[in-house]
Nanobody, 121 residues
Framework: QAQYLESGGGSVQAGGSLRLSCTASGFVYAADCMGWFRQAPGEERGGIASIDTAGQKTYYRDNVKGRFTISRDNIKNTLYLQMNNLKPEDTATYYC??????????????WGQGTQVTVSS
């Protein structure tokens, strides 16, 4: 069964940067598309970025495009999210998971503990 361990969250001021990491195990990481998701208080969890198996095709929601960069290391079984120019509306718990390729839809219903990102104005 897939397992995910997210890290790298924290508290920053608006305009700051964070780099999230997600170490995956329990499946053939290089064979699956991956994505980052986030859930703000009172809202549903939703996908914000995804990446294909080779790391060559990336997809971003409009509200993070140009500020966030998703990448992956298939040797280390690790997914990354570089977040720049953070805004208060980026405050949420961030999760990673397998996705249906070229979409923001999670493949399965397994989630890690997530990592909290708090952006103050």
């Amino acid at each position: 069964q897939a397992q995910y361990l997210e890290s790298g969250g924290g508290s920053v001021q608006a305009g700051g940067s964070l780099r999230l990491s997600c170490t995956a195990s329990g499946f053939v990481y290089a064979a699956d598309c991956m994505g980052w998701f986030r859930q703000a208080p009172g809202e549903e969890r939703g996908g914000i970025a995804s990446i294909d198996t080779a790391g060559q095709k990336t997809y971003y929601r409009d509200n993070v495009k140009g500020r966030f960069t998703i990448s992956r290391d298939n040797i280390k079984n690790t997914l990354y999210l570089q977040m720049n120019n953070l805004k208060p509306e980026d405050t949420a718990t961030y999760y990673c998971a397998k996705t249906y390729c070229h979409t923001y839809s999670p493949l399965g219903n397994t989630w890690g503990q997530g990592t909290q990102v708090t952006v103050s104005s």
